[in-house]
Every structure is written in C-alpha cells, then in structure tokens.
C-alpha cells in the first residue's frame, strides 16, 4: 500500500499516552462516539518531526506509518489500542503526541439524512434568501453545540462562526455541496 498524502486522511485522535506494560496505547478521540476508531483494522500514525534549529516543521513532512490494529475498546473516555509491533511500554510512549488518521472509506455508512462534519468542510452555504454565506472551513464542538467556521477556503480567513443547531441549520444537500442556514451575513 502506498503511503498516502496527508490531505487525503482524515484526523481521529491523538495518542495520549502508554497504557499498562504490553504496549497498548491509551488515545484521546476527536469525537464523543469514536465510531471510526474502534472499527478500523490499520491506522496511520503521523509524528511531527522535531524543530531543527529553531525552524519548525510543516506538517507535508511528518511521517506516515501504517499500524494494523490487533484491539481497539473504550475505556474512560479514552480508546485503548494494541497495534502489530508494538510490544512494550517503551515503543507505546515513543508514540505519544501522534496524531491517529484513517481514510474516509473507514468511516461506517451513514443512514437517512445523518452526516459526519468532515463531510461538511468545503460545502457552500447560503441562507434562506438565497444569499451566500462562505464556505464552511471548520467545525468545533464547544460542548453545548457545533460551532461552524463559514469563510474563504482559500485563504482560511474566518468571516463567521454560526452555531450548528437545528434552529439555524435548515438542510444539508451534500451530492451539491450546499448548506441552507437561517443567518444573515451581517450577523
């Protein structure tokens, strides 16, 4: 399998620390529901290379490695995973701070009019007049609700940020990549 570019994996979590002796790793899911985490069978591991000289590094140049997943459970909040090689305490610590990604095909299927939020990074939103709003850029969960970053995609500047709830949200046409929301631009 080839390695594939960052821009092409999607970022579940992050690992936390070691657990116990065996080298299980304990990490810390981007989502309440790690769906995606538990039923992967290989997970690409992308560790940061550390700053050279005082010049930090892009993330185009951290490594990518490819771990088969031999057990992933939950367990306090957290996802304890064995992965193959990874034996002792030792080699689970190495890989503390690595971001945990898998492709978008690992997701499970969605059902009905249900969608992940990654699938919505991109789309183009307008309200119910009709006028555009930007393009969602990202979306944060505060822990009352989603929290969507609507922009230019180009430059990544934010412009606005609109709850996510249902009162604001009035439908989601993802085959166009089009968010309907009830939003004025000079809110």
Same mark, same amino acid.
């Given at each position: 399998?080839?390695?594939?570019?960052?821009?092409?994996?999607?970022?579940?979590?992050?690992?936390?620390?070691?657990?116990?002796?065996?080298?299980?790793?304990?990490?810390?899911?981007?989502?309440?529901?790690?769906?995606?985490?538990?039923?992967?069978?290989?997970?690409?591991?992308?560790?940061?290379?550390?700053?050279?000289?005082?010049?930090?590094?892009?993330?185009?140049?951290?490594?990518?490695?490819?771990?088969?997943?031999?057990?992933?459970?939950?367990?306090?909040?957290?996802?304890?995973?064995?992965?193959?090689?990874?034996?002792?305490?030792?080699?689970?610590?190495?890989?503390? @701070?690595?971001?945990?990604?898998?492709?978008?095909?690992?997701?499970?299927?969605?059902? @009905?009019?249900?969608?992940?939020?990654?699938?919505?990074?991109?789309?183009?939103?307008?309200?119910?007049? @009709?006028?555009?709003?930007?393009?969602?850029?990202?979306?944060?969960?505060? @822990?009352?609700?989603?929290?969507?970053?609507?922009?230019?995609?180009?430059?990544?500047?934010?412009?606005?940020?609109?709850?996510?709830?249902?009162?604001?949200?009035?439908?989601?046409?993802?085959?166009?990549?089009?968010?309907?929301?009830?939003?004025?631009?000079?809110?």
């Amino acid at each position: 399998m080839s390695t594939p570019s960052l821009s092409e994996l999607i970022e579940i979590g992050v690992v936390q620390d070691a657990q116990g002796l065996q080298g299980q790793i304990k990490v810390r899911p981007h989502s309440s529901d790690p769906v995606a985490l538990l039923s992967s069978k290989a997970i690409w591991l992308s560790l940061i290379p550390r700053r050279q000289e005082g010049v930090a590094t892009s993330l185009e140049q951290a490594s990518l490695t490819l771990y088969k997943v031999k057990q992933a459970k939950m367990h306090s909040g957290t996802v304890l995973v064995t992965l193959d090689g990874v034996t002792d305490r030792d080699e689970a610590e190495a890989l503390k @701070g690595a971001r945990i990604l898998v492709g978008r095909d690992v997701f499970p299927k969605t059902e @009905g009019d249900s969608y992940y939020w990654v699938d919505l990074i991109g789309c183009e939103t307008i309200n119910l007049q @009709g006028e555009k709003l930007g393009e969602v850029i990202d979306i944060a969960d505060n @822990g009352a609700h989603g929290i969507i970053s609507i922009g230019d995609a180009q430059t990544k500047t934010v412009k606005q940020l609109v709850p996510f709830v249902k009162e604001v949200l009035q439908s989601v046409d993802l085959p166009n990549k089009l968010i309907t929301l009830d939003w004025q631009p000079d809110w």
